[in-house]
């Protein structure tokens, strides 16, 4: 825990049980006293990708779910939706009143989150808003390889190019080899003003290690950092998109290795159900003590 001018900051990493890897995000469970310009000041006093505000609660929804309000920051800007900080906040309230089901209203839609406990961890599973998945303009695709200094041979064929959305939207882009996807250096300001235009929360770069096994990386300028570590928004859209083009079952469970090449590893969970076009992403947790 740690505290910033009186306000109660807490800090967990999602999609990793060791507080070392996964993703760390900045959790307020009581913001309704902030306005924008203090959770924005939070956030870049954290230096975080994102970490959530608890702005409000409800009475029980439902089903009984616990029902709250909840906004994002990055260092520098608010973001419509942010998985691994919805992770990091349901298993924060799961730790303090006990495992079960939320229901978050984030700026991007209703997402509800069911915390269980698995042994001595807690695992979290995020329903996402209805996705979509965009074809993206041959020029704005030339504009991002060059961004990235990815040679347009260096792409995976079978996987094409698209924005998709499940929450915030990103572009996927397949590389050919896992050497391909480890050498990141990208040029920021250049990849940034792209997003931008694009209204991009970040790019999902990712190798199909197997059919139902992918490794990713996440360039988040627009958010104030070179990468983000493990990216549940980014992964319910990927869901949403190998489902569009038919790239595995209508039903599948999907795993997504994340943060391996920054040296915070982390596992995201994927599942796609054929009577729900929604996408859900899990993982497990960790207190950061100060």
């Known amino acids: 825990m740690s505290r910033n001018s009186g306000i109660e900051v807490l800090r967990y990493t999602a999609f990793s049980a060791d507080p070392e890897g996964g993703n760390p995000a ?8 902030l306005d924008d310009a203090a959770m924005l000041a939070v956030a870049a006093e954290l230096g975080y990708s994102e ?6 609660r409800s009475g029980p929804g439902e089903a009984g779910a616990r029902e709250y309000t909840i906004r994002y920051f990055s260092p520098k800007a608010e973001v419509p939706f942010c998985g691994h900080a919805t992770v990091a906040t349901a298993l924060a309230l799961a730790e303090r009143d006990g495992p079960g089901d939320l229901v978050f209203r984030t700026p991007a839609g209703t997402v509800p989150v069911t915390v269980t406990r ?5 695992r979290a599973t995020l329903t996402s808003v209805e996705p979509d998945v965009l074809d993206i303009a041959p020029d704005d695709l030339a504009e991002a390889l060059a961004a990235l200094d990815w ?14 959305f499940a929450g915030a939207r990103h572009l996927v882009l397949a590389a050919a080899t896992r050497e391909r996807l480890a050498d990141l250096s990208y040029d920021f300001a250049r990849l940034e003003a792209l997003m931008h235009r694009l209204d991009l929360t970040t790019l999902q770069l990712v190798w199909r290690q197997a059919p139902d096994v992918f490794h990713v990386r996440n360039p988040f300028p627009v958010g104030g950092v070179v990468e983000d570590p493990a990216t549940g928004a980014a992964a319910a859209a990927f869901g949403a998109y190998l489902r569009d083009r038919s790239l595995v079952p209508g039903t599948a469970v999907l795993t997504l290795h994340q943060g391996e090449d920054m ?3 982390g596992t995201l969970t994927v599942e796609l159900r054929a009577d729900d076009a929604r996408v859900r992403v899990s993982g497990t947790g960790a207190r950061i003590e100060d």
């Open 26 to 33: 900045g959790v307020v469970l009581d913001a309704s006293g």
């Open 118 to 122: 698995e042994g001595a961890e807690l």
């Open 51 to 56: 970490s959530a505000f608890l702005t409000g």
């Open 151 to 164: 040679p347009a041979a260096d792409l995976d064929p079978a996987l094409p190019p698209r924005i998709a």
């Open 263 to 265: 040296g915070r590893p």
